[in-house]
């Protein structure tokens, strides 16, 4: 079913961002606080963090051709909680990079397309929080009526 494909989606995108560790080759050690659908607010202590937070998924018409296959986009928002901007910009770095080393998710996807990066401020209990937000599109197929 397609419901159990884009969990295993969700879950190896979680798998691949808590690789990012300040002992590799990446700028921050995010690998124990990523998190998907947290509903708390990061607090200072617990920063920096990882939110993913998958939003709708689509079928697409670019890929059409075989009938017996449906083609889905599964939009990501990634959301990164930290202190400053120049954190913000290294932790999208590390996003990006932690997804470019495995754009099929160990094959769970066909590709996995970047659809940009803001930075953010939000006030959060007299404190102001800085952070910044990757969406991505996850593009899957399945099978028309597939169940696993």
């Not at 670019?62 to 083609?71: D, M």
Request: hydrophobic share 35%; aromatic share 8%.
């Amino acid at each position: 079913m397609t419901a159990i494909k884009w969990q295993n989606i969700v879950d190896a995108l979680e798998a691949r961002l808590k690789t990012i560790s300040g002992m590799q080759v990446y700028h921050n050690d995010l690998g124990s606080r990523v998190y998907t659908w947290r509903s708390a607010p990061f607090q200072t202590a617990e920063m920096p963090g990882i939110n993913i937070r998958d939003l709708s998924d689509d079928n697409i018409e670019e890929y059409l051709g075989n009938p017996n296959l449906i083609y889905h986009r599964l939009t990501i928002e990634i959301d990164l909680a930290c202190t400053t901007s120049a954190i913000a910009r290294s932790m999208i770095a590390d996003t990006c990079k932690a997804i470019n080393t495995d754009r099929t998710l160990g094959g769970y996807c066909i590709d996995i397309e970047y659809d940009g990066a803001e930075i953010l401020t939000n006030e959060q209990n007299e404190n102001v929080i800085t952070g910044a937000r990757v969406t991505v599109g996850v593009i899957y197929q399945t099978e028309k009526f597939e169940e696993e």
